[in-house]
């Protein structure tokens, strides 16, 4: 028998600085992200400020993890953003 663990959920902080993480500073806002497959992601409980800036931060995240895919609902419907 072989077990093979993989991490399905994840929590994404995002700070005003660099260093907000170690410095235990309050976050400006809050994500988890689902893998779904190796290659395709759904963001959910996202809470905080969110701009165009962060959205583009977020998909250079996942362009650099291999996702393709990145789903999210928003007013009832599911949305698609194509990575890379």
Do not use: W
Request: charged share 30%; net charge positive; aromatic share 10%.
């Amino acid at each position: 028998m072989y077990l093979h663990e993989k991490e399905l959920i994840t929590q994404v902080r995002v700070y005003n600085t660099p260093e907000g993480y170690n410095n235990k500073k309050p976050y400006e806002a809050i994500l988890t992200l689902q893998y779904i497959g190796d290659d395709e992601v759904f963001i959910e409980g996202l809470r905080g400020k969110v701009g165009i800036f962060i959205r583009n931060e977020i998909i250079e995240l996942m362009k650099s993890k291999g996702v393709k895919l990145i789903r999210y609902l928003r007013n009832g419907k599911i949305r698609n953003v194509k990575v890379g």
